[in-house]
């Protein structure tokens, strides 16, 4: 068997494959034996057959069978001796027969194989942040309303409103009403705000759920409205922040503490959105190959379960399949240009560091050193914990070798002219 194989865009693999007359000979007689052993003659038993008959009433089936079997074995030997796992079944073309010699192309799905170009001397613009009395009181407020409880109403849907509704798409009668719960003014766009305002309990209305304002009738659902509710906030005082928390002295200390979470939060999200930059830089730079089809399905699959779960079994899956297909080839093709660099960089994580990583998590949140590492002791989460600080290890070496200048937003620069 001579095989020759070339890629293309890194994961699509095009195999020929020539299989000489003596070889495909040997796949005939294996044939020729399985035929003699099962075939079915009115006068013969099975495995009397005389081989000029059987040669002659079955040679299309013989031939057949031996090409087949010829094609498959020489795939899986191709696949064993080259340490070649395929993502998906092979598309086989060109079978041919010439100078009784066996040719045929394989077609087949592989993970990316690719040269790790460049990932250092990258430069980023970040801008700078600060945390403001507003984000204090935006979070005291989203806090306090946390803590809110509600009253039902006779009025009218209006803003600020708790609305228990139940859902299903328009014109389907038949179709199970869905329970949800909406509050009105917390919704991404007004527009679907005002179409639930003015209802009144029992109303029944049909409403556009498009958020792009091309208003598709696909997106038209039937909604009924079964309780509405008023929300009571509760008082911001002392006796408030010790139900909150007992370790916080009064509303000064509260706003104090929230302060502080904000501003490690924003130094977190500050890490994040520049490492983000930096990855699709990086990606950017290895355009030699793509995401195979088959990896990039399955994971929009997944996606699209998860948003029927948490939307509604009548969500339009291609819908959120097309939402995200670009996010996601960037964010499958950074896992593997990650894993590259890792092994280039020769990143690990131990169990020193690990370790080390316990005893911070148990400062941090005042427990106990032994319950934090019971927590982390089952396989699943310490792998968790380790992927975690291997993450990090890949992020701290990548800033290091990488660029990135903090600017106020009035000094960004403006884009250029296209």
Do not use: C
């Not at 070339?6 to 020929?16: A, F, I, P, Q």
């Not at 092979?90 to 040269?115: G, R, S, Y």
């Not at 139900?243 to 502080?260: A, C, F, N, T, W």
């Not at 914990?385 to 403006?414: G, I, M, P, W």
Request: charged share 40%.
């Amino acid at each position: 068997m001579k095989t020759e194989s070339k890629n293309e865009r890194g994961y699509k693999k095009t195999v020929s494959f020539k299989i000489d007359a003596a070889e495909l000979d040997k796949y005939r007689k294996a044939s020729f034996d399985k035929f003699r052993k099962t075939a079915k003659i009115d006068g013969f038993r099975p495995g009397k057959v005389p081989e000029n008959m059987l040669r002659t009433r079955f040679a299309a089936g013989i031939e057949a069978e031996a090409v087949n079997e010829a094609i498959n074995s020489s795939y899986r030997e191709y696949l064993i001796e080259n340490n070649i796992y395929p993502l998906s079944e092979p598309v086989i073309e060109n079978v041919d027969k010439k100078d009784e010699a066996l040719t045929f192309t394989a077609i087949l799905e592989t993970f990316p194989e690719f040269e790790l170009n460049n990932y250092t001397d990258f430069s980023i613009e970040q801008n700078i942040t600060t945390i403001s009395d507003k984000d204090v009181q935006d979070s005291i407020d989203h806090l306090l309303d946390t803590y809110a409880s509600s009253k039902e109403t006779s009025e009218p849907v209006k803003k600020g409103h708790i609305a228990e509704i139940s859902i299903r798409p328009a014109g389907n009668e038949n179709t199970e009403w869905e329970k949800q719960t909406v509050e009105i003014g917390k919704n991404e766009t007004e527009k679907l705000d005002e179409q639930f305002t003015g209802m009144n309990k029992g109303e029944i209305k049909i409403v556009n759920l498009d958020q792009s304002g091309k208003n598709d009738k696909n997106l038209d659902f039937e909604v009924r409205i079964d309780k509405i509710s008023e929300k009571i906030l509760p008082e911001l005082n002392d006796e408030f922040v010790k139900r909150y928390d007992p370790k916080i002295s009064g509303v000064d200390g509260l706003r104090q503490d929230i302060r502080e979470k904000l501003e490690k939060n924003r130094q977190l999200t500050e890490s994040r959105e520049i490492f983000d930059k930096l990855a699709k830089k990086i990606v950017d730079a290895h355009d030699q190959f793509d995401v195979p089809p088959t990896i990039l399905s399955k994971y929009l699959d997944d996606v699209a379960v998860n948003a029927q779960k948490q939307y509604g079994k009548n969500i339009d899956r291609e819908m959120i399949k097309n939402m995200y297909r670009q996010n996601a080839e960037v964010s499958l093709k950074w896992e593997y240009i990650r894993h590259k660099i890792i092994d280039t960089e020769k990143l690990s994580v131990t169990d020193e560091d690990i370790k080390n990583r316990l005893e911070e998590i148990s400062k941090e949140n005042s427990i106990d050193f032994e319950k934090v590492e019971k927590y982390y002791s089952p396989k699943d989460k310490k792998q968790m914990l380790r992927d975690d600080l291997l993450d990090k290890k890949l992020r701290d070496r990548l800033l290091e070798k990488n660029k990135v200048s903090f600017v106020e937003a009035e000094k960004q620069k403006e884009p250029e002219d296209k």
